[in-house]
T-cell receptor
Framework: AQKITQTQPGMFVQEKEAVTLDCTYD???????LFWYKQPSSGEMIFLIYQGSYDQQNATEGRYSLNFQKARKSANLVISASQLGDSAMYFCAMREGRGGANSKLTFGKGITLSVRP | KAGVTQTPRYLIKTRGQQVTLSCSPISGHRSVSWYQQTPGQGLQFLFEYFSETQRNKGNFPGRFSGRQFSNSRSEMNVSTLELGDSALYLC??????????????FGPGTRLTVL
C-alpha cells in the first residue's frame, strides 16, 4: 500500500490566489514527521514546511501552512498569495519514527503546480 | 552556511561502465542520504550514512553502494550501469539530533544518463 498519496495530477492557480495541495498518508507508527518539498525545473528539492505527529498546532512558514488532520491522515499544503515563482513540482514526504536513528523519507508522486499571471 | 553540493551535475555513461557521484553535506551535518528520482518510480530511498556507517538501506541491488568519509562527505557508486539507472540522484544531509524535526536538506542533484 502506498504510504504517501498525492492524487492531484496537476493544479492551476491564478497569481495572488491561494491554493491547496492534497496529501494523505498511511502509517501505524504513532510518531512521524510530515514534510513538504518544492522541486523547480532545476531539480533541487527545497524544504518548505514540517509537521510532527505530536504537534498540537498546524505548522506555518511564511506563505505556507499545513492543514493537518491527524484522524483523517491528511496533511494538505496551503500556499497563500501565489506567485509566479511557485510554479513547480510539490512533494509530500513522511519519516516514520522520531528521527535520529531513521532519516529515511518516503515520498509521494508529487503534484505539478502552475501559477497563471 | 553553504548548502549541500553535489558533483558532477551531469554525467553521461554507457552500459556496463561504473560511476561515482559525490556529495558534500551542510557543515555540521553528519547524516547523508541518497535518493534516486525517475519519472516512472518517483523518488526512492537508496541509503543513509551516519558517522561513516551505513544506517539504513533501500531496496536496490548490490550494484549500488556508498560510503562516507570522516568529514561527512559521501560518495555513491553504481557498477555495471544499466539503461534503467538513468535518473536524477539526489543527496540530502541532516543533523539528526534525535529530535522529531530531523529535516533533510537536498543538493541540486546529479543527472545521470546511461546510453
Amino acid at each position: 500500500a502506498q504510504k504517501i498519496t498525492q492524487t492531484q495530477p496537476g493544479m492551476f492557480v491564478q497569481e495572488k490566489e491561494a491554493v491547496t495541495l492534497d496529501c494523505t498518508y498511511d502509517t501505524s507508527d504513532p510518531s512521524y514527521g510530515l514534510f513538504w518539498y518544492k522541486q523547480p525545473s532545476s531539480g533541487e528539492m527545497i524544504f518548505l514546511i514540517y509537521q510532527g505527529s505530536y504537534d498540537q498546532q498546524n505548522a506555518t512558514e511564511g506563505r505556507y501552512s499545513l492543514n493537518f488532520q491527524k484522524a483523517r491522515k491528511s496533511a494538505n499544503l496551503v500556499i497563500s498569495a501565489s506567485q509566479l515563482g511557485d510554479s513547480a513540482m510539490y512533494f509530500c514526504a513522511m519519516r516514520e519514527g522520531r528521527g535520529g536513528a531513521n532519516s529515511k523519507l518516503t515520498f509521494g508522486k508529487g503534484i505539478t503546480l502552475s501559477v497563471r499571471p | 552556511k553553504a548548502g549541500v553540493t553535489q558533483t558532477p551535475r551531469y554525467l553521461i555513461k554507457t552500459r556496463g561502465q561504473q560511476v561515482t557521484l559525490s556529495c558534500s553535506p551542510i557543515s555540521g551535518h553528519r547524516s547523508v542520504s541518497w535518493y534516486q528520482q525517475t519519472p516512472g518510480q518517483g523518488l526512492q530511498f537508496l541509503f543513509e550514512y551516519f558517522s561513516e556507517t551505513q544506517r539504513n538501506k533501500g531496496n536496490f541491488p548490490g550494484r549500488f553502494s556508498g560510503r562516507q568519509f570522516s568529514n561527512s562527505r559521501s560518495e555513491m557508486n553504481v557498477s555495471t550501469l544499466e539503461l534503467g539507472d538513468s535518473a536524477l540522484y539526489l543527496c540530502a544531509s541532516s543533523d539528526p539530533t534525535g529530535g522529531p524535526r530531523d529535516t533533510q536538506y537536498f543538493g541540486p542533484g546529479t543527472r545521470l544518463t546511461v546510453l
